[in-house]
């Protein structure tokens, strides 16, 4: 498995944003993970990609524990959370230099990954002077750097416009054809058209993990399915 999340807890003070999670992510898979604003989301993230420790239960990424070897974890993902965090006084090409020599990368590594993330007609400028769309593709270059084997994309799509939302999607898709992706969206069509599962969470609970085709084969709108089980 790429992702174990084994009996998952996490408090705020008396509020549990996250109660017994568990759910597994396979190599190579695709997975919409969805549920309404502070269903606890973002916080599994976090502690899958080691920003923040869980209270209760084990997660491994790649068979690594992401408490006792986070690391080797960090190694191993690619983070886009949802606010970008970019240096938006430096230019593009700087400031992905910057990334490639954190994990050792070479500069024909770099050079892929700006050719991969279509960002070489906007090299001269700096990230402050970019589209949103962009900036996503810059945030997007930096989570694939180090060539991870899983990716976590907090809300990739937020903001973006029309066109901008099906050059982000094939980038997604194009990268993820050799590594597990999780991501998380409010975009129902997002979903449908990245990803082949669909995990849904609601007050810190898992309510629904389903394969796509089979929503579609029970002729399930995955909108109505969402507010099924989140309202």
Same mark, same amino acid.
């Given at each position: +498995? $790429? @992702? !174990? *999340?084994?009996?998952? $807890?996490?408090?705020?003070?008396?509020?549990?944003?996250?109660?017994?999670?568990?759910?597994?992510?396979?190599?190579?898979?695709?997975?919409?993970? %969805?549920?309404?604003?502070?269903?606890?989301?973002?916080?599994? +993230? &976090?502690?899958?990609?080691?920003? @923040?420790?869980?209270?209760?239960?084990?997660?491994?990424?790649?068979?690594?524990?992401?408490?006792?070897?986070?690391?080797?974890?960090?190694?191993?993902?690619?983070?886009?959370?949802?606010?970008?965090?970019?240096? /938006?006084?430096?230019?593009?090409? !700087?400031?992905?230099?910057?990334?490639?020599? /954190?994990?050792?990368?070479?500069? !024909?590594?770099?050079?892929?990954?700006?050719? %991969?993330?279509?960002?070489?007609?906007?090299?001269?400028? &700096?990230?402050?002077? %970019?589209? &949103?769309?962009?900036?996503?593709?810059?945030?997007?270059?930096?989570?694939? +750097?180090?060539?991870?084997? *899983?990716?976590?994309?907090?809300?990739?799509?937020?903001?973006?416009?029309?066109?901008?939302? *099906?050059?982000?999607?094939?980038?997604?898709?194009?990268?993820?054809?050799?590594?597990?992706?999780?991501?998380?969206?409010?975009? +129902?069509?997002?979903?449908?058209?990245?990803?082949?599962? *669909? @995990?849904?969470?609601?007050?810190?609970?898992?309510?629904?993990? !389903?394969?796509?085709?089979?929503?579609?084969?029970?002729?399930?709108?995955?909108?109505?399915?969402?507010?099924?089980?989140?309202?």
């Amino acid at each position: +498995m $790429s @992702i !174990e *999340v084994k009996e998952v $807890s996490k408090y705020y003070g008396d509020q549990a944003a996250l109660q017994s999670v568990s759910l597994e992510v396979k190599k190579g898979e695709i997975v919409g993970f %969805l549920g309404p604003n502070g269903a606890g989301k973002s916080t599994l +993230m &976090k502690i899958i990609t080691t920003y @923040i420790t869980a209270d209760e239960g084990q997660v491994k990424v790649c068979q690594e524990n992401v408490k006792k070897n986070p690391l080797s974890v960090r190694q191993k993902v690619g983070y886009l959370p949802e606010h970008n965090p970019l240096y /938006l006084g430096m230019y593009i090409k !700087e400031y992905l230099s910057f990334i490639a020599d /954190l994990y050792g990368c070479s500069k !024909e590594s770099l050079n892929d990954i700006i050719e %991969l993330t279509g960002l070489s007609p906007e090299l001269h400028k &700096k990230i402050g002077e %970019l589209s &949103k769309g962009y900036r996503q593709r810059v945030g997007l270059a930096g989570a694939l +750097m180090h060539d991870p084997e *899983v990716l976590i994309l907090d809300e990739p799509t937020t903001g973006l416009d029309p066109n901008q939302l *099906v050059e982000i999607r094939n980038l997604i898709k194009n990268s993820g054809k050799n590594k597990t992706v999780m991501l998380s969206t409010h975009i +129902m069509q997002e979903v449908e058209k990245m990803c082949n599962r *669909v @995990i849904i969470i609601n007050k810190g609970k898992i309510v629904a993990d !389903e394969q796509l085709e089979s929503l579609k084969a029970k002729k399930e709108d995955l909108e109505s399915y969402f507010q099924k089980l989140t309202t």
